[in-house]
Each structure stands twice: as C-alpha cells, then as structure tokens.
C-alpha cells in the first residue's frame, strides 16, 4: 500500500486555500482587486509561499480557470454517464448541468455581471479555441465519440445559452437535445 507524501497534501491543501482565497477576491472586487498581497493575507499562506507555489498573478489566474473547468468537465461527465443508453438524454444532462453550474459559478458570475472585469474576461477567453477543444474532447470521449458536429453543436449551444441566456434552463435544454437528436 503507498500513501501519498505528507509534504504532497501539504502543497495540495496551500493550492486549495490560495485558489479559494483568489475565487473570493474576484468575486468580490474583480480581476483588478486581486493581487498577491491579498490572496496571502487571506489564505493564511505567506507571500513567498505563493510566488513559490504559483509565480505571478496570471499564472494565478490560468490556476484559478484550471480548476474551475476541471470541475465543470467532471459535472458534465458526470451527467454523461448518468444516460448510457441514449446520446440524447445524455447531451441533456450535460447540457443542463453546465447551465445550472452557471447560474451558480462565483468566476463565471464575476465575468458575466454588468460591471464585468474586462482583464478576467480576457483571461478566460485568451485561448477560446483551446478551451472549446477540451469541452469538445471531453464531450466526445464521455459519449464514445459520436458524429464531430453532434458534439460541435451541443458544446456550442450550451455555451451560447450559458453565456447569453435568452430562454430558460429547461428550454435551452430541450433545444440542445432537439439539435442534436439523430433519429
């Protein structure tokens, strides 16, 4: 049996503390009001520990999108898998996770309020063809690879609903699943 090194948790709770501390300070005063300074003072991890553990403010940042899509991409797996026997039913599910994420995404509501922090918007879509090319891979391993433009349009359209809601979850769902239906 191996255990994990005491000093490995130990970097993978300061990881957790310093991303947490960050989440709490873009919510609350935008991309801006972050710095180094205070994501020290508020995780309880000193500054040196967080330059040793992160580097700069960016990279903080590129951290703090990392986990925030890692744990979207676990959801949307998630509700994949729930639906094994129907791609449809199994896009709905994705689908609607993502959006009820959303609605509830401290970052995401950060980026998306009125006021919106042009510099965390920037960071989040420096690369958007890379992020909708990991959702798309994502996708399509979770529903054993289906047609490429089946897996294009679902992603697409979620994101567009997630990003600009017109309609509610429950029909932006219906929607998805109505585009993507094969039979």
């Not at 980026?111 to 920037?122: N, Q, W």
């Not at 992603?155 to 309609?167: D, N």
Request: proline share 4%; net charge negative; charged share 25%.
């Amino acid at each position: 049996m191996t255990t994990p090194a005491f000093y490995d948790e130990l970097r993978a709770l300061r990881l957790e503390r310093l991303l947490d501390a960050s989440v709490e300070i873009i919510t609350e005063e935008g991309w801006d009001g972050l710095s180094m300074t205070k994501v020290a003072q508020r995780s309880g991890v000193p500054r040196q520990s967080l330059y040793k553990e992160v580097g700069t403010k960016s990279e903080l940042g590129e951290a703090v999108v990392a986990r925030e899509a890692d744990r979207f991409l676990a959801g949307m797996r998630e509700g994949i898998a729930a639906h094994p026997g129907s791609i449809v039913d199994a896009v709905g599910a994705a689908a609607r996770f993502a959006l009820e994420y959303g609605q509830t995404n401290a970052v995401l509501q950060a980026i998306l309020r009125p006021s919106y922090d042009v510099a965390l918007l920037e960071l989040l879509t420096v690369r958007p063809a890379a992020v909708l090319a990991q959702a798309s891979r994502e996708v399509a391993d979770a529903l054993g690879n289906p047609p490429e433009a089946l897996v294009d349009t679902m992603v697409r359209l979620t994101l567009s609903h997630l990003l600009q809601p017109t309609v509610s979850i429950d029909e932006a769902v219906a929607r998805i699943m109505h585009a993507v239906r094969t039979d």
